[in-house]
């Protein structure tokens, strides 16, 4: 799959939400801990080799899952190979708590439920729905009423072939 | 660079809706003839499709940092996708009509990961003041875009999470500085409490909907 390369190593540049020294074992069998960058940038989970300034890699953090591993580290798998596992060992319990619940909340998807939480919340609390300010109220992929299970069909709240 | 491409493509092709689905004309160079290909925009990820039954995207766009213009061009309907810095890259995209044009600008230009932690943030201040202080019941998910839980107090007392008791002997350490938003606390556990809901919603509307793909 083609992707723009160039702009993904501009994005792992970008500031931070999180980044540490850490374990990193890939997932295939009898792959060995490596020392790596650790740097969590919108979606993206990127590692660097500690002296270098590109990464070696990226993962999207869509669609994964992120899970504790004994002692004090955290796995994250994917929903169509939950077997495949890229493994990182923090320093400390606290440190692996922190990434943990980061990482968690990294995904495109998450943000997007927060979105659709707050706005409810605020229309319940004020009567107004606080997405006409920024224009986007009638976009489908923010509606909360796509999301009631009693409609017979989902109706404008799930776009599919525009 | 790696990258898990392998879930990428499963991303692109999961069961639920896009953001926005169509056709759209892609220029392969810069001389080179428009390619009419089906576009996928899920997230901050635009994916392309040799056609719409393609069962693996040719490619995808990652749309951070990006802008998106009109441009002038012998082809209708014409648009780009800018991105930044040296030998920039762009993408140049035609749609079938004025109205996806205007669709897909829209909404290409609200794709962004950034963009939607901005909105997130802000609707999570207008509710925290609108809400007002109030006590926290215990939080078992970690607030959506805090900073990690830890030991500090609220104006109310103490920090939901903390399992601390709150006069500990021995020397106690200086007490940390107040969180920044007082009132968000009743957030948290709220959220995890509708998160939990909306998701099992949202997988019942899911298998509803993939069963109604599934007839003809």
Known sequence: MRYNEKELQAL???????????????????????????KLVVN???????????PVGALLLEHCKVAQEEPSGFSISFVEDPERKYRFECHSEEQCQEWIGALRRASYEFMR???????????????????????ISEEARFQLSGLQPSSPSLGPGFPGRA | MKLNERSLASYATSGAPADRAGFLFQRAGRAAAYLRRWFVL???????????????????????????????????FAFAVRFAGARARAYELAAESQAALEGWVKALSRASFDYLRLVVRELERQLAAVRGPAP???????????????????????????????????????????RRRASAPSAPAAFARLHESYGREVRALRSLWLRGRAQP
């Open chain 2, 42 to 76: 899920r997230g901050n990820m635009l994916f392309y499709f040799e056609d719409a039954a393609s069962r693996e995207p040719a490619g995808v766009v990652i749309l951070e940092g990006c802008t998106v213009e009109l441009v002038e061009a012998a082809e209708e």
């Open chain 1, 113 to 135: 439920r927060s979105l659709i939480f707050y706005r409810n919340e605020i229309q319940k609390v004020t009567g107004k729905d606080p997405l006409e300010q920024f224009g």
């Open chain 2, 136 to 178: 926290a019941p215990p939080a078992r998910a970690l607030p959506p875009a805090a900073p990690p839980p830890g030991p500090a107090p609220r104006e109310n007392g103490r920090a939901a999470w903390s399992t601390a008791a709150p006069a500990a002997p021995g020397p106690a350490p200086p007490p940390p500085p107040p």
């Open chain 1, 12 to 38: 792992s540049r970008q500031p931070a939400e999180l980044a540490a020294e850490l374990g990193m074992r890939g997932p295939k069998k009898g792959s060995v801990v490596k020392r790596r960058l650790v």
């Open chain 1, 44 to 54: 993206f989970l990127f590692y660097f080799r500690t002296d270098e300034a590109e």
